[in-house]
């Protein structure tokens, strides 16, 4: 069975705001499973995704406007994709449902790496 991917725009989400106290257990169940790095440069949110095996990447916007929001429908998302490995992004922070031994506390991810790590998400 292939795995499959549930990958968050979440436009307007800092690294800031990802990791405030008040950020619920959706999101930081994922930070604190998975992997969690700022982004360097600004990835092209429309394009990201989009080398991606179609089938198997389901790419959902949520623009952040604030924390109970966002991690409500963040909890929808995560209930209704049962079986999907998740990924948030924005135009300056990488949140993975996966644990990249690479992205160590405090590193930050290149834009241009955020692809590939969206694709070793699915192997």
């Known amino acids: 069975?292939?795995?499959?991917l549930l990958?968050?725009?979440?436009?307007?989400?800092?690294?800031?705001?990802?990791?405030?106290g008040d950020m619920a257990w959706n999101v930081s169940d994922l930070i604190a499973d998975g992997s969690?790095?700022?982004?360097?440069?600004?990835?092209?949110?429309?394009?990201?995704?989009?080398?991606?095996?179609g089938d198997r990447v389901t790419v959902v916007d949520v623009p952040?406007?604030?924390?109970?929001?966002?991690?409500?429908?963040?909890?929808?998302?995560?209930?209704s994709s049962t079986g999907a490995l998740i990924a948030i992004l924005s135009e300056s922070?990488?949140?993975?449902?996966?644990?990249?031994?690479?992205?160590k506390p405090g590193t930050s991810v290149a834009s241009d790496d955020v692809p590939r790590l969206l694709e070793a998400m699915l192997k």
């Open 1 to 4: 069975m292939s795995k499959r």
């Open 7 to 20: 990958v968050v725009r979440a436009r307007g989400l800092s690294a800031d705001q990802a990791v405030r």
């Open 36 to 53: 969690f790095a700022p982004i360097t440069g600004i990835p092209d949110l429309d394009t990201v995704a989009s080398g991606l095996s």
């Open 64 to 79: 952040y406007q604030d924390a109970a929001s966002f991690d409500d429908s963040l909890g929808k998302l995560r209930a």
């Open 93 to 103: 922070v990488f949140i993975s449902q996966h644990y990249f031994r690479e992205i």
